[in-house]
């Protein structure tokens, strides 16, 4: 099955910098990438994805990047603020496929004032 | 629009007892998930029902039963909690399927004695 690697698993930056967290994926057939971020003591939620048909996706101050040859997709952050402070999980998977969504083990993303 | 609500919140079983997890979406979703969260170890699938009347096997679905009881509501039971299936729970919806764009709930803290 699908195995996600995901680094680092504490990131701290100071406030304004920007933030990188990065994820490899085994399975070459996948091709659903997401990121979901998860503040303390509450639910995941999704923050941006993107297909493997797209090399990279923006929204505001987050991207996604996607190389498929290399098996690897980031997301970065840029000019953080205190908000964006939570755990951030990448995942991957087969759309349509019956194994679901195999999620990394978390970037717990610290943002220093 | 209450999204996916779970209940209970929190709950502690001692081993052998048995109990069932509630999840309710208000979205017209055709696919549920439930996901088990520790540690360090991110999501794990537990089972998922693409659509009313399905239900599938996930990553880790030994110990746990689910019933698709209509399109609005999908269970997780533990027939004999173990010490192992000490975890928060998440249930999910889509409103594409395929694993994408999860609504998560807001999780069941369990832990079992």
């Known amino acids: 099955g699908e195995n996600v690697e995901q680094h680092p698993s504490t990131l701290s930056v100071q406030e304004g910098d920007s933030a990188v967290i990065k994820c490899t994926y085994s399975?070459?057939?996948?091709?659903?990438f997401p990121w979901y971020k998860q503040e303390l003591g509450k639910r995941p939620q999704l923050i941006i994805d993107?297909?493997?048909?797209?090399g990279e996706k923006k929204d505001q101050r987050i991207a996604v990047t996607l190389n498929k040859t290399a098996k690897h997709f980031s997301l970065h952050i840029t000019e953080t603020q205190p908000e964006d402070s939570a755990v951030y999980f990448c995942?991957?998977?087969?759309?349509?496929?019956?194994?679901?969504?195999?999620f990394g083990k978390g970037t717990h993303l610290i943002i220093q004032p | 629009n209450a999204g996916v609500t779970q209940t209970p919140k929190f709950q502690v079983l001692k081993t052998g007892q048995s109990m069932t997890l509630q999840c309710a979406q208000d979205?017209?979703?055709?696919?549920m998930y439930w996901y088990r969260q520790d540690p360090g170890m991110g999501l794990r699938l537990i089972y998922y029902?693409?659509?009313?009347?399905?239900?599938d096997k996930g990553e880790v679905p030994n110990g746990y039963n689910v019933s698709r009881l209509n399109k609005r509501e999908f269970s997780l039971r533990l027939e004999s909690a173990a010490p192992s299936q000490t975890s928060v729970y998440f249930c999910?919806?889509?409103?594409?399927?395929?694993?994408?764009?999860?609504?998560f709930g807001s999780g069941t803290q369990l832990s079992v004695l």
């Open positions: 995942a991957a998977s087969i759309r349509g496929g019956a194994d679901g969504l195999t």
């Open positions: 029902s693409a659509s009313e009347g399905t239900t």
């Open positions: 993107i297909r493997s048909n797209v």
């Open positions: 979205m017209n979703h055709n696919s």
């Open positions: 999910a919806s889509s409103p594409t399927g395929h694993n994408e764009k999860l609504f």
């Open positions: 399975d070459s057939a996948s091709n659903y």
